[in-house]
Structures are given as structure tokens and as C-alpha cells.
């Protein structure tokens, strides 16, 4: 079954405790990406990856950290969470196509739902 | 990307059609209209696309004005598990845009009632 899978599912830690969300697609797709959602302020995109080794910052890229040497993974890495962290947090993935409509539909995990005390 | 404004809360009634509007008014040439929806805090799911021509597919159908300015997702027949919020989201396609990235407003939240 064509998925991204996201772990954990739920985690609560404390400020300062360095965390890593895992994500993992079985798509083949090049293009991956991290958002936040936060309640009043939708989804916005932390960092993004177009293929192995290529990650770029998003919108909201303070406090994180990303890696990309397989096309399948892309990590999410929090050095020194903070409260303001506290977030429901989601991986997409897409190909990204060279001919014909562009469309690439993104694909999105579960979702992660992380509490920093 | 072109601004969207949707209706915070629409209802339907189980078995009706749901008609889900969006006004897009500064669209451009190669922007194109996606629709996305979020079941209860799950990841988004994509429904369906356009540029210019009216489209459908398995979940709904997207009609798009001729003036591109507006358009309406339709759930022909809505169930209880339609109940979510619908994103209406209009950009260049990711060959375009390097960055990729879907910027989800408010969205409308539909409840399907028994």
C-alpha cells in the first residue's frame, strides 16, 4: 500500500531533550516535506527536500533541522525542543513530473502530535 | 500564489449534494485550482485539481468559471464521512515552484448531518 508513515504518532518530552521524527514514504517520490499545524494559523511548511542531499528551508525553519541521504527518509530533527514546538506536525511526499500535467497531489503522513513541557 | 477566500462553515444533509465554494480573484495564467481536505486532525488528503476545464473524478467534481476567478467543489452524494475541512488552494504546480509548498488557509468546515 503506497503510504508515508510518521514516528511516533504521539510523544511528549521536555525542553532542551533532543528529539527525532521519523518519516518514511514507499513511493519512489523525490519531493518530501515537513509542516507544522498550529490552530489558527494552518499548515505551514518548515522544511522541504527535492531528492537525496537537496533540503531547503520553508516558512518556519528556526528550531529544526532535516537530513535527506535516502530518497525514502526524511527526518525531522529537534536539537533543543521549546514549548513553543508544542505542535501537530505532518510529512508530505510527491514525484516531482517531467512531462505531461503537473499536478504531483502531495501525499501526507498520520501526523505527529509532539507536547514540550 | 493567488489568495483564496472560502466560507468558514457550510452544512449538508446526508445524501445531498455539497457545494463548496471558493473565490480565487487574482488567480494567474498557470495557477492552478487544488482542493485538499482534513478529516479530524488526520493529514490532509488531495480530492481533485484544474486549470481551466470543469473536472471529475472518483470523490467530486471541481467547476471552474470561465474567468477562472471562482470555483465550486461538488460532493454529489455527501456522507457522515465527508465531514471535515476543505482546503481550496490555488498555485503554480511544484516544476514551478521549487519550494512546493500548499498554503492551506481556513478552509470550510463541512458537517454532514443525518
Known amino acids: 500500500e503506497a503510504q508515508v508513515t510518521q514516528n511516533p504518532r504521539y510523544l511528549i518530552t521536555v525542553t532542551g531533550k533532543k528529539l527525532t521524527v521519523t518519516c518514511s514514504q514507499n513511493?519512489?517520490?523525490?519531493?518530501m516535506s515537513w509542516y507544522r499545524q498550529d490552530p489558527g494559523l494552518g499548515l505551514r511548511q518548515i522544511y522541504y527536500?527535492?531528492?537525496?542531499?537537496?533540503?531547503d528551508k520553508g516558512d518556519v525553519p528556526e528550531g529544526y533541522k532535516v537530513s535527506r541521504k535516502e530518497k525514502r527518509n526524511f527526518p525531522l530533527i529537534l536539537e533543543s525542543p521549546s514549548p513553543n514546538q508544542t505542535s501537530l506536525y505532518f510529512c508530505a511526499s510527491t514525484f516531482i513530473p517531467g512531462t505531461g500535467d503537473p499536478y504531483n497531489e502531495q501525499f501526507f503522513g498520520p501526523g505527529t502530535r509532539l507536547t514540550v513541557l | 500564489d493567488a489568495k483564496t477566500t472560502q466560507p468558514p462553515s457550510m452544512d449538508c444533509a446526508e445524501g445531498r449534494a455539497a457545494n463548496l465554494p471558493c473565490n480565487h480573484s487574482?488567480?494567474?495564467?498557470?495557477?492552478?485550482v487544488y482542493w485538499y481536505r482534513q478529516i479530524h486532525s488526520q493529514g490532509p488528503q488531495y480530492i481533485i485539481h484544474?486549470?481551466?476545464n470543469n473536472e471529475t473524478n472518483e470523490m467530486a467534481s471541481l467547476i471552474i468559471t470561465e474567468d477562472r476567478k471562482s470555483s465550486t467543489l461538488i460532493l454529489p452524494h455527501a456522507t457522515l464521512r465527508d465531514t471535515a475541512v476543505y482546503y481550496c488552494i490555488v498555485r503554480v504546480p511544484l516544476i514551478y515552484n521549487q519550494g512546493g509548498k500548499l498554503i492551506f488557509g481556513q478552509g470550510t468546515e463541512l458537517s454532514v448531518k443525518p
Open positions: 527536500s527535492m531528492n537525496v542531499e537537496v533540503t
Open positions: 487574482t488567480i494567474s495564467g498557470n495557477e492552478y
Open positions: 513511493m519512489n517520490h523525490e519531493y
Open positions: 484544474g486549470l481551466k
